[in-house]
């Protein structure tokens, strides 16, 4: 009978802890990837913005108290060359569109597609097809293996940690270090929080109708200069960014004006919208089963693997008997659970139900939204 009791206890320990061993090691960096097919709009508001706004067939003017919504479309291009099935690159294009909601006048739109590694998020190079649009017909292109967006762009690594990260500004058109600012929660969900901020930079020059910089002359060159703090909630497990504020501030200045004597062109806050952020928190919460399984669980078998283990070996070792049986239970025990839970982890792989054979490329993201 202690014979029976020794080998099921080995044979249970060492399931329990080969599944915690294949589920750190196999699972874990087989299932946590960004997913090729992701489909998904958000939007962020502003009240009370100073912005620079284009009425159809009149010159640019400078208006104040401007209600703004931003629109976000992030598609998956299931048709470029770099999407494999398990593979570790995926292309996602991205839209967003900015616009004064009284008049429903267009203030800026942009459009990019970019590679990116599927567990750290970063972007990556050569990237078949990549570009970044401001103005319709005006793409700007990588010359050669030129990372065109590097650094981070639209989410965090997987495990994402307390630490600075690189994130890509799209108006420098260059990344920026933005800081590890502490944790907190966001509808119930423990979060990072991530800022940034970038001091006013100068980003063109150009000419401008005196009047809308308050001076009495046709037209005045001035320079242009921005600045951006930007504050990001992020959800460490998936590197998912929930929530999104930034404080933008866009100055016009003419040869004689200092920081803060000129004209904004933008100044405002835009914020996602509570929705937006809701749906965010809701998709990671009901991928908390599938997180517990590659995160938590792991440790949980293999603490309790290994507290079989230890009282099998003392039951072995009092009654020094069964040492052969004992020695098969381990094996079986960890050969079983490693041939279940690869099969179950290859067969959950989301991959495995896209038809990347017969997809069209999407041109809905170009300057619209579904």
């Known amino acids: 009978m202690r014979t029976v009791v020794v080998v099921v206890l080995f044979g249970l320990g060492a399931f329990a802890v080969a599944t915690g061993l294949v589920l750190q090691l196999h699972t874990h960096p087989f299932l946590a990837k ?11 508001e502003g009240e009370g913005v100073t912005a620079i706004v284009y009425p159809p067939g009149k010159l640019p003017e400078l208006r104040h108290g401007l209600r703004l919504t931003a629109t976000t ?14 593979g570790d690159i995926t292309v996602w294009k991205r839209a967003t569109l900015v616009k004064e909601e009284a008049d429903d006048l267009v203030l ?7 590679c990116l590694d599927r567990r750290t998020g970063e972007a990556v190079a050569p990237c078949h097809g990549e570009f970044y649009e401001t103005e319709q017909g005006k793409r700007m292109l990588p010359t050669g293996d030129e990372l065109l967006h590097p650094g981070l762009n639209f989410v965090f690594p997987f495990d994402t940690e307390r630490r600075d990260y690189s994130w890509y500004d799209t108006v420098l058109k260059a990344p920026a270090s933005i800081q590890f600012d502490g944790e907190q929660l966001l509808q119930g969900l423990d979060v990072y929080r991530f800022v940034h901020t970038i001091p006013p930079t100068e980003i063109g020059k150009f000419e401008v109708p005196g009047e809308m ?9 001035v320079t242009q200069y921005y600045g951006v703090t930007r504050t990001l909630l992020v959800e460490p497990t998936t590197g998912a960014v929930l929530s999104v504020r930034e404080d933008i501030k866009q100055e016009l200045r003419t040869a004689t004006q200092a920081e803060g004597e000129g004209t904004y062109a933008f100044d405002g806050e835009l914020r996602l919208t509570e929705a937006s952020v809701t749906a965010n928190v809701d998709e990671v919460k009901k991928n908390r089963p599938f997180l517990f399984v590659i995160t938590t669980l792991p440790v949980i078998l293999w603490i309790f693997g290994a507290v079989l283990v230890a009282g099998a070996l003392v039951l072995l070792l009092r009654h020094r008997s069964g040492f052969l049986a004992a020695g098969l239970a381990l094996v079986i025990g960890a050969a079983l659970a490693g041939g279940i839970t690869v099969g179950v982890t290859n067969a959950s792989d989301p991959d495995s139900s896209l038809d990347l054979k017969n997809v069209v490329s999407s041109t809905n993201v170009d300057y619209g939204l579904r």
């Open 34 to 44: 960004l997913q090729h097919n992701i489909d998904n709009v958000s939007i962020s």
């Open 73 to 86: 479309h992030v598609e998956g291009d299931l048709a470029a060359p770099e999407v494999e099935p398990g």
């Open 108 to 114: 800026s739109a942009e459009v990019r597609k970019i």
């Open 213 to 221: 910089v308050g001076l009495a002359e046709p037209s005045v060159d």
